[in-house]
T-cell receptor, first 113, second 112 residues
Framework: SQQGEEDPQALSIQEGENATMNCSYK?????LQWYRQNSGRGLVHLIL?????REKHSGRLRVTLDTSKKSSSLLITASRAADTASYFC?????????????FGPGTSLSVIP | EAQVTQNPRYLITVTGKKLTVTCSQN?????MSWYRQDPGLGLRQIYY???????DKGDVPEGYKVSRKEKRNFPLILESPSPNQTSLYFC???????????FGPGTRLTVT
């Protein structure tokens, strides 16, 4: 089953509004990362938050992590048309029998000019 | 320029014809990984490698092989491709597990 699940699956907003996407996961993690993908292209890393951090900022991005609820949120403030893309969360679990990164199915964001 | 390259970018092939998708990174990264992306399923990890000669299965390894003879290269081999392997494939590298991953541009594979 998926470790990360983004919510909503799709989001459409007007330019200038804020966009919030959520990610839930099932097991304990070492860290959680957010990536952006423009249509059909490779993913681009946005931000990494470690399990002992609660909030992190990078430019117009704000990520929060609540390990008690096993959830994270990505907030994009003052959105622009160029923010139109799919956004994925990815989790890395503590060392187990294998070491892998698990991606959620993504949130598709459309920012209307 | 730091980058991950994949070749070919587009490939149409027939069932059963062996193919290799190459992946190379110039950042001296230890961790490399292959993913496939299908609509509604996000990215699923096929194989990963923690270092030279160290590879392991991800979530969907069936029908794929990999090798890591050199640090920079991590080819994906489909010995006998089938139509259900039609997908968009991404190679990625990072300094180690849990670090930021750098993705290649993707290879769109169609198996008829």
């Amino acid at each position: 089953s998926q470790q990360g699940e983004e919510d909503p699956q799709a989001l459409s907003i007007q330019e200038g509004e804020n966009a919030t996407m959520n990610c839930s996961y099932k097991t304990s993690i070492n860290n959680l990362q957010w990536y952006r993908q423009n249509s059909g292209r490779g993913l681009v890393h946005l931000i990494l938050i470690r399990s002992n951090e609660r909030e992190k900022h990078s430019g117009r991005l704000r990520v929060t992590l609540d390990t008690s609820k096993k959830s994270s949120s990505l907030l994009i403030t003052a959105s622009r048309a160029a923010d139109t893309a799919s956004y994925f969360c990815a989790t890395t679990r503590p060392k187990t029998s294998y070491d892998k990164v698990i991606f959620g199915p993504g949130t598709s964001l459309s920012v209307i000019p | 320029e730091a980058q991950v390259t994949q070749n070919p970018r587009y490939l149409i092939t027939v069932t059963g014809k062996k193919l290799t998708v190459t992946c190379s990174q110039n950042m001296n990264h230890e961790y490399m990984s292959w993913y496939r992306q299908d609509p509604g399923l996000g990215l699923r990890q096929i194989y990963y490698s923690m270092n030279v000669e160290v590879t392991d299965k991800g979530d969907v390894p069936e029908g794929y092989k990999v090798s890591r003879k050199e640090k920079r290269n991590f080819p994906l081999i489909l010995e006998s491709p089938s139509p259900n392997q039609t997908s968009l494939y991404f190679c990625a590298s990072s300094p180690g597990l849990g670090y930021e991953q750098y993705f290649g541009p993707g290879t769109r594979l169609t198996v008829t």
